[in-house]
């Protein structure tokens, strides 16, 4: 089941209007555009209560929730921002690489102070020359754009639900693995799907760098008693045993365990809610359904060092046993998982509950379905 976000925010504008039935409280239209505009935008610009009026409150939201207004005005603002703004994952991990792979580098080709730290001023030159910029400009943009797109996106209700959504999919900036990706996880996770379907957009975040680097789950392998993807097809194949125990080795240095971060999050905090339906064995079987999932090692600039990029799949880490989750069995891989708490009505309830108290009202009365 896939359902459009537009439509549930439909339905909120919907409800939110019903609750101010303007004009059987002797309200003025113009009072119910500006009612609109505070619960679904960052609110009125100067004019706007009364051009939105003239337009007529449906037709404003319709605009709205098909974002494709032009930002002729958003784009001149966005074009002062540092570099980083308009670079993909790869360039941006490369320009603004980890400071301590930088400290490392340093130590390594001799620029230190009589104490062995690094000495930042001595080796300024060989920084720019290696393309490097400061890693405080990626906060200091990120934070500057979110601030441009709500003052001059004429889409305000798209922006509004990239703040809900970042929110919802909430990855911290004081985490030092995630700090670096948190950019491009809004600007290509968050903000494109706001207005999409909820599978793509819970399916994004899943696979990004900082959720994945944030909930530690590019850390999760199966446990060394479960067999692995890569394990069952070198069962599968015809290799020489020696061969064959040389890669078990192997496989069983890299098997690590669990981390049942991502699992609970996504079940209590992203979809089914935590009076869902889910027990702690459901929380093993996610995270034994999301291992492998973590992200590539790259060299970009050598030899300036190892940067971590883009979301990869590791057969060898993943547990690829039969799993059982919410009554259903099969051997889940995150795909398969993100598939069927999707589908579950407690995942419907629960978005639409946070949506309507975002929206309409603090206090929800969100009618149940089945």
């Known amino acids: 089941m896939k359902w459009k976000l537009v439509g549930i925010i439909f339905l909120m504008a919907q409800i939110a209007l019903a ?16 009612h609109m505009l505070a619960r679904f935008s960052y609110g009125a610009r100067p004019g706007e209560v009364d051009k939105v009026a003239r337009m007529g409150l449906e037709k404003w939201l319709d605009r709205q929730l098909r974002a494709d207004l032009p930002e002729e005005e958003l784009n001149q603002k966005l074009a002062i921002l540092p570099p980083a703004y308009g670079m993909d994952e790869k360039q941006l991990l490369a320009t603004y690489p980890n400071p301590n ?48 797109h709500a003052r001059y ?19 911290a900036a004081s985490n030092n693995r995630a700090r670096r990706y948190m950019l491009g996880y809004e600007r290509d996770a968050i903000r494109p799907n706001a207005l999409g379907d909820f599978r793509t957009l819970l399916g994004a975040t899943a696979r990004h ?6 909930l530690d789950n590019a850390n999760s392998t199966a446990n060394k ?32 365990g669990l981390n049942e971060n991502y699992a609970r999050e996504l079940m209590e905090l992203h979809t089914l809610g935590v009076d869902g339906g ?46 059982e989750f919410l009554g259903q069995k099969g051997r889940f891989n995150g795909e398969d998982i993100i598939d069927i708490v999707v589908q579950q009505p407690a ?13 309409v009202a ?3 009365q969100v009618p149940s379905w089945n």
């Open 101 to 148: 792979e930088v400290r490392k580098m340093l130590q390594e080709k001799g620029f230190t102070k009589d104490d062995g730290k690094p000495d930042y001023k001595k080796a300024k030159d060989m920084l720019v020359e290696a393309g490097f910029r400061p890693p405080r400009e990626l906060l200091l943009t990120l934070f500057g754009q979110r601030l441009l």
């Open 19 to 34: 609750e101010l039935p303007y004009a059987e409280h002797g309200f003025s239209k113009r009072e119910a555009a500006a």
């Open 347 to 359: 995942t419907a309830r629960f978005i639409a509950r946070h949506l309507y108290n975002y929206f």
């Open 153 to 171: 996106s004429e889409n305000t209700l798209r922006e509004v639900l990239t703040d809900f959504w970042f929110n919802h999919f909430n990855v």
């Open 362 to 364: 603090d206090e929800v």
């Open 209 to 214: 760098p900082a959720m994945l680097l944030y």
């Open 278 to 323: 889910y027990t702690q064995q459901d929380v093993v079987e996610v995270a034994r359904a999301f291992t492998g999932w973590t992200i590539k090692a790259k060299l970009p600039r050598a030899p300036y060092g190892r940067f971590l990029w883009r979301f990869d799949y590791h057969p060898e880490d993943h547990d690829d046993s039969e799993k």
């Open 225 to 256: 008693d479960q067999m692995t993807t890569a394990e069952m097809k070198m069962g599968e194949m015809s290799v020489p045993p020696e061969r064959k125990k040389n890669l078990q080795k192997r496989f069983n240095r890299r098997k690590k």
